[in-house]
């Protein structure tokens, strides 16, 4: 299957299957790649997806890391992805989870979530530094930096969790219309800060962000200005630099 594009990523380096053969060698035959989506977004929950490739299976023409894809590419790659798969899991973290546990561990939560929908694995593959205390809950795991654009059972992860958010965001958008998730992804964009700024947040924006914060202060301050009774303008000496509503000391 030749998806559209492919040919335009030719020229890119494409990730490989160099770790999964190393550990398909020495008998790990359930080798599960992950990674992760919507960690920097000011709003909707973390993503991840686990990907288990067939051992010695073929590379799918255009597999990539799905911040280098098109909507259309990783939309025509996820379903083949998922076909040729021995298994796929994937699992979420949500905002009331991230702003009750920060970003970071809320993203391990959700690859945890993923890997456990797999029905079992020998070893992961997971995009990233080394996570404290992973091992302890996964198992045998290597951490890999960039190994989304490295290691092809990472990437494939990476476009099945980036389609499955990108949907998400878009059913969403639909509920709450101004803010435009349907194409930012919640990520904090200039049309997206000008709609929280506006329209205020939702229970979807993540209130433990300092873009989500930022927008509530600004209307709480808002509606403090509103309610406050108007003083007459200072005159005299310093009057040039005091500010509004408060009289020169």
């Keep these: 299957m030749l998806i559209p594009g492919t040919l335009r990523l030719m020229s890119r380096p494409a990730p490989t299957l160099l770790r999964e ?20 977004p000011a709003s909707g929950p973390v993503v991840a997806a686990a990907v288990i490739i067939r051992p010695n299976a073929r590379r799918i023409p255009g597999v990539r890391d799905s911040k280098t894809l098109s909507v259309a590419q990783r939309e025509a790659l996820a379903p083949e992805v998922r076909r040729r798969a021995v298994a796929v899991g994937v699992g979420a973290a949500s905002v009331i989870e991230i702003d009750r546990l920060n970003i970071y561990h809320a993203t391990h939560l959700a690859m945890r979530r993923a890997l456990a929908r797999l029905g079992g694995y ?34 494939c992860a990476s476009i099945v969790a980036k389609v499955v958010r990108d949907r998400l965001m878009a059913r ?30 939702t229970p979807f924006h993540r209130r433990s962000f300092i ?28 009057a040039a630099h005091a500010r509004p509503g408060m009289s020169p000391r």
């Design 122 to 155: 020998d070893h992961v593959l997971v995009d990233g530094l080394a996570i404290a205390g992973f091992e302890d809950e996964v198992g045998p795991y290597d951490a890999i930096v960039d190994g989304d654009a490295l290691v092809y059972s990472i990437a």
């Design 172 to 201: 969403l958008a639909a509920r709450y219309p101004g803010y435009g998730w349907e194409h930012n992804a919640g990520y904090a964009t200039a049309e997206h800060r000008a709609a929280m700024a506006d329209l205020g947040v």
């Design 211 to 238: 873009t989500t914060r930022r927008a509530i202060e600004g209307v709480e301050q808002l509606g403090f200005d509103l309610l406050a009774t108007p003083e007459a303008a200072p005159t005299g000496p310093g």
């Design 21 to 40: 053969r190393a550990l398909w060698r020495a008998g790990a035959s359930r080798v599960a790649g992950v990674d992760e989506v919507g960690v920097a």
